[in-house]
């Protein structure tokens, strides 16, 4: 597959080069170009498929051409080795849960994906290659986890000191081997514009043979696809799902998103959203302006510009008419998502995580107004990672899964650093 620049101002690659440059030169998104049609046995067939089948046949036009089936399958069985399942709760209603995965929140499966991917197109090069990265808290971990161990990289983690959980903390710092932790001595912005900083130097880049491992790359985009598909396959009842996803950057739906367009079935979308509401205001009124990033229960969604939306309308070809048949945006209130969080525990008994809140909030919403359908919300978060605020609703405790247990008590492993990309530059040259 080639994939080619939203902003059409730079060359065309395949696979390898787009996951190695994450960003375009022309600093635009990647773009597939053009979308393949599941086949029919994928879609009609999916129920006696194995897992790591369909997700190889969801993959493979992507990154086959690059990467041998013998290796893209052992890729994509190492992503998935852990249960996505489709859970119950009403008839109407069901959850999608994707937190069982090492660091209890969805990004696992995209960071594991490329890290794979990472170090086979390593194995092509005597070059060693070095991820830089900087996190706010749950990117962190799922790549330190990711990349734990992959011959032939380098990871360099920027986190901001006293800004993250200590469950997030201990994921970051205490896996060692090829993962380094920098704590900053500032804020998540300053982590941020040390790696910027970085990346804009080309020399630099080539020499250190540096990539980002940021939510916008292609082989953390493309394999979320699968989650949907799993989904399909336990998917029961006569009438096609909606499905709600809560969304920040918006890298999750358009996958979905995505899976659709090449022939899953769906019966509508929903992009939940916390405060930051500039999508449901934009398919509002047709006008697109990002508002200041409002701080909410669901954090991780705290994004007011965000960068995968541009993908959304690539796939409907800018045409909003359309677009807005499939899909509805919702914007829901710290109110409405502790609510949320009562009434699931209330009825069914279901503990949920402040982002799968705001999604079963928009779903249930949804439903009461089409009261034909039935769905699933998607949950992305075991709600331990966010258990201050969770306890705080329910008054609940809420015990930690014992790989996490183990975890926090593991020594953690960071250097302290002053925030100055050239204090981290030569950290890298010394690798
Ligand atoms: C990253 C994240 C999201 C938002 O996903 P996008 O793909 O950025 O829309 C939602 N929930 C959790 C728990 C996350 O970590």
Known sequence: MKFY???RNADQVGFREATINGLAPDKSLYFPASIPAFSAQLINEIHSLPNEEIAFEAIRPYAGGDIPSAVLKKIVTETINFSIPLVKLSDRIHSLELFHGPTLAFKDVGARFMSRCLGYFAEQTDKKVTVLVATSG????????????VEGVQVVILYP???VSMV?????????????????KGNFDDCQRIVKDIFNNPELKQDLFLTSANSINVARWLPQQFYYLFAWKQWASPIKPVISVPSGNFGNL????LAHASGMPVDHFIAACNSNDTIPRYLQSGEYRPSKTVATLSNAMDVSDPSNFVRIEEIYQQDTTSLKKILSAISVTEEETSNAILNALDLYGYQMDPHGAVAYYALENYLHQHGDKAGYFVETAHPVKFHDSVERITGKSIELPPAV??????EKNALLMDAEADLIIDFLRSL
């Open 5 to 7: 620049s939203l902003n």
């Open 161 to 163: 000191s006293g800004k």
């Open 405 to 410: 247990a183990a975890q926090v008590i593991k």
């Open 168 to 184: 997030q903390e201990k994921q970051l710092t205490t896996l060692g081997k090829n993962i380094h932790a920098l704590e900053i």
């Open 254 to 257: 358009c996958a979905a998103i």
């Open 138 to 149: 749950d990117t962190g971990g799922a790549v330190a986890d990711g990349f734990y161990d």
